[in-house]
């Protein structure tokens, strides 16, 4: 009887910590990972050097 109570134990808790760890890998991730090339709109060679970009997500159509 003890021998089957530890078992139940063990499974319970072994399940408890599968489910807890999916739970944390299915959270929304709070950064996008992106790459790409920045090339000239005319030749489209690439651009040198370092250069400042903004991405802004809206909730909401955006029109003009």
Not at 31 to 58: C, V, W
Request: contains cysteine; proline residues 6%; charged residues 15%.
């Amino acid at each position: 009887m003890r021998r089957q109570l530890v078992w139940v134990s063990v499974t319970v808790l072994v399940c408890v910590v599968a489910f807890t760890a999916v739970a944390g890998l299915a959270a929304i991730p709070h950064r996008i990972n992106y790459q790409g090339r920045l090339t000239d709109s005319t030749t489209g060679e690439p651009l040198p050097g370092a250069h400042t970009m903004k991405f802004r997500i809206y909730d909401v159509a955006n029109r003009p």
